[in-house]
């Protein structure tokens, strides 16, 4: 075979799997560090979150994915010591140069947790509307109308439309995350961060959440941290795999489109991470 | 058998499960009897209070609690009379003084010490808070005395009357030691306790909801003001009620500085007196007269209140932390 | 308010959006304004807590360690000054052992008690443990010149015992012993329950696992309770107050009257000589090493077990 042909072949099969980030893209990753008290926990991490597409971070524990999805919203402002270095673009706006205020950065970018969260002294309609509450809007009418679009988008308000009044300790781990997403929704966010969303679910809960998640991306761009392989193989069209290195700063090792990197990932050690060998 | 079973109760469970007096030991009894001593303490406790005042209650009625006079009747063939006017008063000024200053200071502080100091210091202020908590409060008496009133004579008081109003409503200083300076003498004294409780229900809020809120586009501040108060409101509200009981019911640091003197305007500049430290100030003269009735009616309604507060407070905790627990 | 009406699905997202957008953009500076005075404000209420306590401390240290140093302050009897002799004030060696004394009979009498009850509260759900469990907590908050009130009625009047050391130390012991109730309670509650299910599955008694596995792993709890406790009561006041009677000599005895050190500092510090003013924060500052020097003790004591347990 010839190295015509070896080309040939590589091309076609590229072409077979679409890359998401030929298209718009909404946030650039360059050369993104993260470091503690001077200790690296994520190093030089550089590549493109495609707009109204899923992007899934995953790794193995240690690897810093949560500490660098963190970042991409500016929470490690809260931690003394945390530096964030690089650059980070959203659209075209370095979101650390201080031209944006972390306050109007964090509206633009949502973020869903771990653990479900919702605030527990708020009834339901308070949770869903606090964060156009923290953004100044006052009018009823707006209120009510965004807390019903938003749980309509969350797929929560056919169960709750009739006790909003109830609070969010009322309801099932898996409806207490989607209304968590109804929340972060409400604020009509841009890009929308999930922090192992579905960790704390069962996995009929879990299977309503990724349903979800491939509804949304429709409507906003969604970058979710993930430690099960299956969940990003699912949901996902980009994914970013981290690795911790030597200094135990996490690494980035391969970022593909999902279909590719879950079946012929360039690296071997992609490779050995969804075979199952470490992680 | 018996134990088996017990064995897969939680503690409190198993020790229930064993009501019969046939299976008490000599521990068991030893540790009822003892309790049942303190259960009789305490109620002896309430009763020599209430038997006590009873014939102050019976002579005075009302006026105890309505009557402006405190004239003891003993040898001028006149009978006595007690009025709780002004320790009644004056002890609902001073405490709301002195909370709303350590409030809204001490919310302040917690908040400071829980978001704002660096990390390293956090043990460190912790500790100075807990330690100072244990100052005696006759030492704030003494400071409030010594240094503050001077202060409040000279500079803080004229100031204060000085202002449009101030006199009509303030009052004039005439010695330094006033209800305000006994209010804020309280405050300073309570502040260390208000802090040590709040700094902690503070800290015990969910560092997910603080994040929840900024991620939303919340500033700082709406984020501790709608999502970090309301959800520690309850404890909040334990300190605010403990440093209440404990003002109300100071004493010695509230007579060394709250001028002592049966007064009917109550005006926060001018002298007055509490509850507690009138008891403390007439003691002395009261011991052998009837006087010592009346003092111990003023100690039974200071009782009432406190008990009944400390109930109240209690009940509201223990309530508001069962709808919590639903989470 | 929370019944949303069908008037709101005429509202498009489109529009909640720019709603949003423009409420957002139009409150933001004030959002941010409000913030950064209300940091600054939480900073000043943390200086403002501060300065105030900072400066009592500085003056007790300053105007109390030459008291401390005077020669006889802990050894000599009080003196009156007189006209001639303004500066002589003597020393308060009988209030120092006043103060020990009543300390000594309040923690023999309360310690044991407040123990067993708190140890009967924590274990027992009866009916019974859990009005006491109310009553201690209750009176935990009790002012604790009503407990001053309590000794004078029992130990003055009912029993004619007289103003004494005796009638002090029962305040004091009756002030203590809802405190430890409650950290005892408090302690042997912290005590894993896979620890005493242990005990109960090996075949122990419940009494017998109580004495010999729970008490054991609570001591650290208990201990510390029992000197937070103690160290409350050696700055009491108001209740000695009351009923210690006062008296210009040294004795151990209960049924004598006698002195304790924060009521000479009540007494002096009322007094009009400058002489006994200052020595007023000579006494303040001995209380309050005395109790720093027994809190610490107690977190060193207790941070120290806890890492020997580990």
């Avoid at chain 1, 309609?125 to 309509?152: H, M």
């Avoid at chain 3, 407040?114 to 002012?143: C, H, L, N, Q």
Wanted: hydrophobic share 50%; charged share 15%.
């Amino acid at each position: 075979m010839n190295e015509n042909m070896v080309n040939m072949m590589n091309a076609l099969e590229d072409q077979a799997i679409v890359d998401p980030r030929s298209g718009p893209i909404a946030m650039r990753l360059n050369n993104v560090s993260v470091a503690f008290n001077g200790r690296m926990a994520v190093r030089d991490v550089t590549f493109d979150v495609p707009a109204n597409n899923v992007t899934a971070l995953i790794g193995p524990s240690g690897s810093g994915k949560t500490t660098l999805l963190r970042s991409l919203n500016r929470l490690h402002d809260l931690t003394k010591g945390a530096k964030v270095t690089g650059e980070i673009l959203l659209g075209d706006e370095d979101i650390y140069s201080g031209g944006i205020a972390p306050t109007v950065l964090r509206s633009r970018i949502g973020m869903v947790f771990q653990r479900p969260n919702p605030f527990p002294t708020m009834s339901l309609y308070d949770n869903v509307v606090s964060g156009l509450r923290f953004n100044g809007v006052k009018k009823k009418s707006i209120l009510d109308a965004a807390a019903e679009e938003s749980l309509r988008a969350a797929a929560l308000w056919d169960e709750i439309k009739d006790r909003l009044k109830a609070h969010g300790s009322t309801l099932s781990g898996g409806q207490q995350q989607r209304l968590c997403i109804a929340r972060a929704l409400a604020v009509e966010p841009e890009v929308l961060l999930m922090d192992e969303p579905t960790s704390a679910l069962d996995p009929i809960a879990t299977q309503k959440i990724e349903e979800l998640i491939s509804q949304l991306k429709a409507r906003v761009t969604i970058v979710i941290v993930t430690h099960n392989m299956q969940q990003a193989a699912r949901v996902s069209d980009l994914t970013a795999f981290l690795l911790m290195g030597e200094d135990r700063a996490g690494e980035q090792i391969e970022v593909a489109p999902t279909l590719k990197l879950f079946s012929q990932p360039d690296d071997p050690r992609t490779m050995d991470y969804i075979q199952g060998r470490f992680g | 058998m018996v134990v088996a079973a017990n064995s897969s109760q939680t503690a409190a469970g198993a020790e229930g499960r064993r009501p019969s007096a046939s299976a008490r030991g000599a521990y068991e009894w030893t540790l009822l009897v003892v309790a049942s001593l303190f259960g009789i303490v305490s109620v002896w406790f309430v009763g020599t209070i209430i038997w006590q005042s009873v014939s102050t209650f019976q002579s005075q009625g009302l006026y105890l609690l309505t009557g402006v006079n405190w004239v003891p009747g003993a040898g001028t063939g006149q009978p006595s009379q007690y009025g709780g006017r002004a320790m009644i008063i004056g002890t609902i000024e001073t405490s709301l003084i002195a909370m709303v200053i350590a409030v809204v200071i001490g919310t302040g502080t917690a908040l400071a010490i829980n978001f704002f100091v660096p990390q390293k210091m956090k043990t460190f202020v912790a500790t100075v808070v807990e330690l100072l908590a244990a100052v005696p409060s006759v030492v704030y008496g003494v400071w409030g005395m010594l240094v503050l009133a001077p202060w409040f004579l000279n500079t803080i008081g004229p100031f204060l009357s000085s202002l449009p109003g101030g006199t009509a409503v303030l009052g004039t200083t005439v010695a330094g030691k006033s209800l305000l300076l006994a209010g804020i003498v309280l405050a300073i004294m309570v502040l260390p306790t208000y802090v040590a409780i709040s700094r902690e229900v503070i800290g015990a809020v969910p560092h997910e909801l603080v994040e929840a809120s900024l991620s939303l586009g919340a500033t700082r501040w709406q984020t501790l003001w709608r999502t970090v108060i309301p959800t520690a409101r309850i404890g909040l509200f334990g300190a605010t009620s403990l440093s209440l009981g404990r003002a109300i019911g100071e004493t010695v640091a509230v007579s060394l500085v709250c001028g002592g003197s049966v007064g009917t305007t109550f005006k926060p500049l001018e002298p007055g007196v509490t509850i507690a430290g009138w008891i403390a100030t007439q003691w002395g003269e009261a011991v052998g007269s009837d006087q010592i009735g009346a003092l111990f009616a003023l100690g039974a309604i200071l009782m009432v209140v406190s008990l009944a507060m400390s109930m109240f407070s209690r009940r509201l905790v223990a309530q508001q932390r069962r709808a919590a627990a639903v989470v | 308010m929370t019944q949303i009406t069908s008037s709101s699905e005429q509202i498009t997202s489109g529009e909640i959006r720019a709603h949003l957008r423009e409420r957002s953009a139009a409150t933001l500076r004030r959002r941010i304004f409000v913030s950064k005075v209300m940091t600054v404000f939480c900073w000043a209420a943390i200086v403002l807590a501060a300065i105030p306590l900072v400066a009592l401390l500085l003056r007790l240290f300053v105007k109390g360690i030459p008291v401390l140093l005077k020669s006889g302050f802990f050894t000599q009897l009080p003196q009156q000054p007189t006209l001639f002799d303004q500066t002589n004030t003597g020393g308060v060696s009988n209030a120092i052992i006043g103060t020990i004394a009543m300390i000594v009979y309040a923690t023999l009498a309360s310690v044991p008690i407040g123990i067993i009850v708190g140890i009967y509260t924590a274990e027992s759900d009866s009916k019974f443990a859990s009005v006491i469990r109310v009553i201690a907590s209750t009176m935990v908050g009790a002012p604790s010149i009503l407990m001053g009130l309590f000794a004078f009625g029992v130990i003055v009047v009912q029993l004619k015992l007289g103003f004494s050391i005796l009638a002090g130390s029962f305040a004091l012991s009756v002030l203590m012993l809802p405190v430890l109730i409650s950290s005892t309670e408090i302690a042997v509650r912290n005590v894993p329950t896979t620890l005493r299910e242990a005990g109960l599955a090996l075949g122990a008694k419940p009494s017998t696992t109580s004495l010999r596995i729970v008490l054991p792993a609570a001591t650290t709890g208990i201990v510390t309770g029992a000197i937070l406790a103690i160290s409350r009561a050696v700055g009491e006041t108001a209740p000695i107050l009351l009923v210690i009677g006062g008296a210009y000599a040294i004795t151990w005895k209960p049924n004598d009257p006698g002195s304790a050190l924060s009521v000479s500092m009540y007494q002096d510090v009322s007094s009009s000589y400058d002489s006994l003013r200052d020595q007023a924060w000579g006494i303040g500052l001995l209380l309050v090493l005395v109790i720093f020097v027994l809190s610490f003790a107690a977190r060193i004591w207790a941070a120290r077990k806890q890492k020997v347990q580990r």
